[in-house]
């Protein structure tokens, strides 16, 4: 028994592995002590948990000071000389339909003048053939998100054409073309 009480003492708990030990039993003691003193843990509280009522940081009687505050929309601006967004939409829905035979090339020449080079890219692989509708059945309808992007719709015979026009510039081209078959 001294002998190992003494290799207690003197070897193991004088080398790296003995200290390490020792530090270790240290942090459990304190962890244990703290558990002790805290009392048993609410299983719901916690990090993962979301707080019983949204947090706020303004009261809710404050005014609106948001960066957009305005109520209207600022009308679509135009360069002088330029067509409007009603008229590029329209132009673009009848290119975008195309004639009866008309070759692929001819369809991205008509296409072309009046899209961003970013729709012009997302046209390369089109074909004609695939546009879903024969013929516009109704006149353009603006909704101006601002004053150099508007949405137009535009009714075709079998769904509703949906574009999205920028005039970084004052000129307006067609940026996005989305469709939807009518049900």
């Keep these: 028994m001294r002998r190992l009480i003494d290799f207690l003492l003197l070897r193991l708990l004088r080398s790296r592995i003995g200290i390490a030990l020792g530090i270790a039993l240290l942090v459990l003691g304190v962890i244990g002590a703290a558990r002790l003193v805290a009392g048993p843990t609410d299983p719901s ?42 008229v590029i939409a329209a132009r673009f829905a009848a290119a975008w339909l195309g004639r009866p035979g008309q070759a692929t090339t001819d369809w991205h020449d008509a296409l072309r003048p009046l899209s961003t080079s970013g729709l ?50 004052g000129r307006w081209l067609v940026d996005a073309v989305d469709w939807s078959r009518y049900e």
């Design 120 to 169: 012009t890219e997302k046209l390369a692989g089109a074909d004609p053939i695939s546009v879903p509708a024969d013929a516009v059945v109704g006149d353009v309808t603006l909704r101006p998100r601002g004053a150099t992007f508007v949405e137009a719709t535009i009714p075709l015979d079998d769904g509703q054409l949906r574009l999205e026009l920028l005039a970084p510039d």
């Design 45 to 86: 509280a916690g990090l993962s948990n979301r707080p019983p009522d949204p947090i706020t940081t303004v009261h809710p009687t404050t005014g609106n000071d948001g960066a957009i505050s305005t109520t209207t929309t600022p009308s679509p601006s135009t360069r002088s000389g330029q067509p409007g967004p009603d």
